[in-house]
């Protein structure tokens, strides 16, 4: 029977680390690997090396290189999931959670990692499309289903009134963070939190009238 590493580190007595840990460190390690050295030189054994992991604990969170980097664009995206639970309860409400949902995802996709990871895949990189699809799956796809679902389920009630929820969010993200992003990704404007996004979010949601 394969020995799990919580079972190895107790035999080599330390205490056994969660898998949550375990996971966290493997996507730390993957992340930094590749903003500094390149998608290429995130390899299995590299991550393994800089996580203080053994290799085949790496392989449980991830089978390649691939879903190793779809891994980080979906726990990034993982992190504001818990924002989209809130729900109002009067149209009045809208605007105030819409904008506190959309702050949550600029500050994480709009900071000084996410912007160097877009200036990667805009990059020559190896397997360059297949790269783009992962991002375009867990990070942009993902992040545009999660709003129109909040949108439609607001809609459903009453509370706003738009015609076609699933393109009211993909105006209100490119508005919000598709442009900053290029902008920070050229060097015009420095990633969050240096940047202020919010007077960004207000006009975009009062031009929707949201």
């Known amino acids: 029977m394969p020995t799990t590493e919580a079972e190895t580190q107790k035999r080599r007595g330390r205490p056994a680390r969660p ?19 390149g998608y290429a030189a995130m390899t299995m ?6 996580a203080g992991v053994a290799k085949k604990t790496v392989y ?9 980097f779809g891994l980080i664009v979906k726990n990034w995206t993982d992190t504001f999931l818990p924002a989209f639970t809130t729900e109002a309860a009067s149209a009045e409400e809208v605007p105030a959670i819409l904008e506190a ?11 000084e990692d996410a912007v160097g990871l ?31 679902d909040w949108l439609a389920r607001h809609k459903a009630r ?3 009134d738009v015609a076609d929820a699933t393109m009211a969010s993909d105006l209100i993200l ?11 990704a050229l060097g015009l404007v420095a990633p969050v939190p240096a940047t202020d996004i919010r007077p960004r979010i207000t006009v975009a949601l009062a031009l929707l009238r949201l």
């Open 174 to 184: 490119s508005m919000v963070i598709a442009e900053p992003l290029r902008r920070m």
């Open 118 to 148: 877009f200036r990667l895949l805009v990059g020559d990189i190896p397997a360059r499309e297949e790269i783009l699809s992962i991002y375009d799956r867990n990070g942009v796809e993902r992040s545009r289903a999660l709003l129109a």
């Open 45 to 50: 054994e590299a991550v393994a090396r800089q």
């Open 101 to 111: 949902i959309l702050s949550t995802i600029a500050q994480r996709v709009l900071c």
């Open 19 to 37: 898998e949550e840990a375990l996971a966290a460190a493997v996507i730390a390690a993957a992340t930094k690997l590749m903003l500094q050295h």
């Open 158 to 160: 009453g509370l706003i």
């Open 60 to 68: 449980r969170f991830a089978g390649d290189r691939e879903a190793l």
